[in-house]
């Protein structure tokens, strides 16, 4: 696991951009709960998904599946994008495309049977790191018990999350202690976070995030 998150920090600097937010605000970029969470979720490349036509039994089926590049092979249609859009906002692109030329005022549903399954991973000082299915209810509490909880040695003080936002590698420092006891908030993990827990000594990178990241709950931009 140290392999899959050492290149991301390898010979990175650390930066404070003056427009970072700090305390409360911080969570803007980690929800506590996010309310993307509550909506409908994206197609993601993989899914199968059943799109129906009423009373056009040959061009249904649950079976349609989004290629690697995002795109759906759809009868009359042909190719179009799929990933990205929820299930109902490719209903209606569907349902567009067919009554420009094919059908007139066609009833489309769109349903996601088989989901191409995210995920997170988390190192250090728990007990069984490793990579973890995540979904829309996943916070940085389950995500430590899904590593069977830290260790006895672990630096509960020194738990670390990073994540891509807009493009930029971001890197938040956390207390395990306070979001347990109901002091912080417990923040929202997404698809593609990495968590370190209890940081080791031989580690110098993140020893020297930790030195310049005296704050908790702030993220900072890893150039």
């Given at each position: 696991?140290?392999?899959l998150?050492a290149?991301?920090?390898?010979?990175c600097?650390?930066?404070?951009p003056?427009?970072l937010?700090?305390?409360?605000?911080a969570?803007?970029?980690?929800?506590?709960r996010s309310t993307?969470?509550?909506?409908p979720?994206?197609?993601r490349?993989?899914?199968?998904?059943a799109?129906d036509?009423?009373g056009e039994p040959e061009l249904?089926?649950?079976?349609?599946?989004?290629d690697?590049?995002?795109?759906?092979?759809?009868p009359?249609?042909?190719?179009?994008p799929?990933a990205g859009?929820?299930?109902?906002?490719?209903?209606d692109?569907?349902a567009r495309r067919?009554?420009?030329?094919?059908l007139?005022?066609p009833?489309v549903t769109v349903?996601?049977?088989?989901?191409?399954?995210s995920?997170f991973a988390i190192?250090?000082?728990v007990?069984?790191?490793?990579v973890?299915?995540v979904?829309?209810?996943?916070?940085l509490?389950?995500a430590i018990?899904?590593?069977?909880s830290?260790?006895?040695?672990?630096?509960?003080d020194e738990?670390?999350i990073?994540r891509t936002?807009g493009g930029?590698?971001?890197?938040?420092?956390f207390?395990?202690?306070?979001?347990?006891a109901?002091k912080?908030?417990?923040?929202?993990?997404?698809?593609?976070?990495?968590?370190v827990?209890?940081?080791?000594e031989?580690r110098s990178v993140?020893?020297?995030?930790?030195?310049s990241?005296?704050?908790?709950?702030?993220?900072?931009?890893?150039?």
């Amino acid at each position: 696991m140290a392999l899959l998150t050492a290149p991301l920090l390898a010979g990175c600097g650390l930066t404070r951009p003056s427009s970072l937010p700090v305390g409360d605000a911080a969570y803007q970029s980690i929800p506590v709960r996010s309310t993307e969470a509550l909506a409908p979720q994206p197609i993601r490349a993989g899914d199968r998904l059943a799109i129906d036509i009423f009373g056009e039994p040959e061009l249904s089926s649950d079976k349609f599946r989004v290629d690697n590049l995002g795109y759906l092979q759809l009868p009359l249609i042909g190719e179009m994008p799929a990933a990205g859009q929820t299930p109902s906002e490719l209903r209606d692109e569907i349902a567009r495309r067919l009554s420009k030329r094919f059908l007139r005022n066609p009833q489309v549903t769109v349903a996601v049977m088989e989901s191409v399954q995210s995920s997170f991973a988390i190192e250090g000082q728990v007990a069984e790191p490793g990579v973890y299915a995540v979904d829309p209810s996943t916070t940085l509490l389950a995500a430590i018990a899904r590593a069977k909880s830290p260790t006895t040695i672990a630096k509960l003080d020194e738990v670390l999350i990073f994540r891509t936002v807009g493009g930029q590698r971001m890197g938040g420092r956390f207390d395990l202690r306070e979001i347990r006891a109901g002091k912080a908030p417990d923040p929202q993990i997404l698809a593609g976070d990495t968590i370190v827990v209890g940081l080791s000594e031989g580690r110098s990178v993140y020893r020297d995030i930790l030195q310049s990241a005296p704050l908790f709950n702030l993220f900072y931009l890893l150039k």
